[in-house]
């Protein structure tokens, strides 16, 4: 499909940039799983347009009834679709890509495709065509609001689907540690078995909730529980976006050592922070009911705070390893010189590469921070069902997951489509374009959630009808929000253009390494070759080696000083934070 490489008598081709053996029938997949992902962001834009437009009441463009079928479109597309596509994709460059393997069960693989494109599509035509009394289902649907029997029977399918098209990734990390026993996994395949696993956690979770939902919507059990339904439901819920976090990462990775020259400072470290995720990270689906009642404090402290910090450390070393790692191989390449010179001398002019670096950026400062506060039980009180969640979660899944998967896509095209991008200047500028807007739109969301109290879910924001309360005094900040939400789905639009452009006019792409070789270390020291070891026969950068560590050490001082800043942004944060919070506990 698409296709411009020629194969061997085996089916493998070796990639000129990366260097890896690529078999044609993960390839095939690869670009099946990513164009699908891609479609469903471009429709899930177009319900986004919607969706801002009703929430900027100047506009006011739907009904409420209307709204909430939108909302239900643009979710689903975007946070399930649009991610969960791309995240197989992913997989199996992170299986037999990296590891130099055919796929196994190709026609495995192939028929959970369909399921998951044939879920897919029962879900989204289930939502569109409701009529009452059943209720459009947004992301959540709760119980006992009913939905459309057909859509949570889509879910059932596209969560089995799922499930199925994880296994020969399974498949091939089970034969390369048959025929390796004693072997390392590579740091992105590692990861992508990492997420492959807490995918799985969140997939069963979601059939443990939808299967008996359905069997209720049809007649079978008279009712369900609520807050079984609730509790259930995030392990999903909150569990698919664990994933994006674990497939974001994971790109993070690959991307920075593919584009920009990146080494892993320590890959000890960075596995333990992988297996941190895998015992901790969907602690943090507690947060989701610090209000239920039926709950009890112990469980909600114990859950959001104690345990959650398993998972927060193990951000914290990723945040601090990636661009270590990035100054670390950008310093041996020449490119180093100073405090900043490895990011003055990045490629920038690459989509690829500032998709990734914003991603990064982004995600820590406005999607992770946030992510710890709401995600306290006490602070929970000032972000609970305003607009400031959305806020958060688009800050992670979009500015986050969504940026790092559009980097990946620019060099999917290149590297599995073989095609030259088109239009190059707009794909120069469209990262920092839908960068840049989509942080005003979060900033603006959090703001007005927390300080104005204003509701998510809601397509009246200046009053709530039956209630005499107003939120007029957030209008001129829903200008901003409007404006900036616009500007970001044109940024969207322009990936989506240059994606379907490179793939139908785009011309043979001549692959090149887009870094250097290390050939000199710009503050002074041996230069490295591929296998860490230095020009003078020494060995550099391994963790026994006091000398190499010491090295690594002097090479990180950028790293170190953006630690410290992104410190310091926290402590500022969480200090205003419970400020905010104490002033709402007024007492005699």
């Known amino acids: 499909m698409f296709g411009t490489y020629e194969y061997d008598d085996d089916g493998f081709r070796t990639c000129s940039v990366t260097g890896l053996d690529i078999h044609r029938s993960a390839e095939d997949m690869v670009k099946l799983f990513g164009v699908t992902a891609i479609v469903s962001l471009a429709f899930g834009g177009i319900f986004a347009i919607f969706v801002v437009l ?67 599509v029962t879900i989204l035509t289930a939502i569109w065509l409701t009529e009452q009394p059943n209720q459009a289902p947004l992301l959540t649907s709760y119980v006992p609001l009913p939905s459309s029997e057909w859509f949570y029977l889509g879910a059932i399918v596209f969560l089995l689907g799922a499930l199925v098209a994880a296994l020969p990734f399974l498949a091939t990390i089970w034969k390369e540690k048959r025929q390796n026993p004693h072997g390392t996994m590579p ?49 999903m819920g909150h569990g698919t976006q664990q994933i994006n976090l674990l497939a974001m990462i994971t790109i993070w990775y690959f991307m920075t050592h593919v584009v920009g020259g990146a080494e892993v400072a320590s890959e000890k470290v960075s596995r333990t922070a992988f297996v941190l995720y895998l015992f901790f990270i969907n602690m943090g689906a507690a947060h989701h009911l610090m209000v239920d009642p039926g709950l009890s404090p112990a469980w909600k402290i114990w ?9 927060v450390l193990a951000s914290m ?21 100073g405090v900043f010179g490895w990011l003055k001398t990045a490629p920038w002019s690459d989509p690829g590469f500032s998709s990734i670096v914003m991603s990064v950026i982004l995600f820590g400062f406005l999607g992770g921070i946030t992510g710890v506060m709401m995600g306290q039980m006490q602070l929970n009180m000032t972000w609970h069902n305003t607009l400031a969640v959305p806020g958060h979660f688009h800050a992670t899944v979009v500015l986050g997951t969504t940026l790092a998967f559009m980097g990946l896509s620019y060099y999917v095209l290149r590297l599995v489509f073989g095609r030259e991008w088109v239009l190059k200047p707009l794909a120069v500028i469209q990262p920092y374009l839908y960068a840049g807007a989509m942080s005003i739109t979060v900033l603006m969301m959090m703001y007005i959630g927390i300080l104005f109290g204003v ?18 005094a957030a209008k001129p900040l829903f200008f901003i929000f409007g404006i900036a939400a616009l500007v970001a789905i044109l940024g969207g639009a322009l990936f989506v ?19 250097e070789r290390p050939t000199a270390v710009a503050d002074g020291g041996p ?11 020494q060995s550099d950068g391994s963790d026994d080696d006091e000398e190499g560590m010491a090295h690594h050490m002097l090479s990180m001082r ?9 410190f310091a942004v926290f402590v500022v944060m969480m200090a205003l934070n419970w400020f905010l919070l104490s002033g709402l506990w007024k007492i005699g």
């Open 54 to 120: 009703t929430r900027w009441e100047v506009v006011g463009l739907l009904s409420p009834g209307d709204f909430y079928t939108y909302l239900s479109m643009h979710a689903w597309l975007l946070l399930v679709f649009w991610m969960v596509f791309m995240e197989i994709a992913v997989l199996y460059v992170g299986g037999p890509f990296v590891l130099g393997r055919k796929l196994p069960w190709k026609r495995l693989s192939q028929a959970a495709y369909a399921l998951m494109a044939g879920g897919a």
């Open 187 to 235: 740091l992105v395949a590692f990861g992508a078995f990492i997420t492959s696993i807490v995918a799985a956690e969140a997939i069963v979770g979601g059939l443990v909730t939808y299967i008996p939902t359905y069997l209720w919507r049809i007649g079978v059990f008279p009712a369900l529980d609520a807050a079984w339904y609730r509790q259930m439901y995030w392990i």
């Open 303 to 311: 859950n959001t705070s104690y345990a959650a910090y398993g998972a």
């Open 317 to 337: 070393i990723h945040a601090f390893a990636i661009p270590a790692g990035l100054e670390v191989g950008r310093r041996k390449r020449g490119k180093g010189g």
């Open 455 to 472: 509701p998510r879910r809601h397509p009246s924001v200046m009053d709530i009808p039956g209630t005499d309360f107003s939120f007029a």
């Open 497 to 515: 253009v240059v994606a379907v452009g490179t793939l139908l006019g785009g011309d043979k792409y001549e692959g090149a390494l887009p870094v």
């Open 527 to 537: 230069a490295s070759d591929a296998n860490g070891t230095s020009s003078d026969g």
């Open 558 to 566: 950028g790293t170190f000083i953006l630690a410290l800043v992104f």
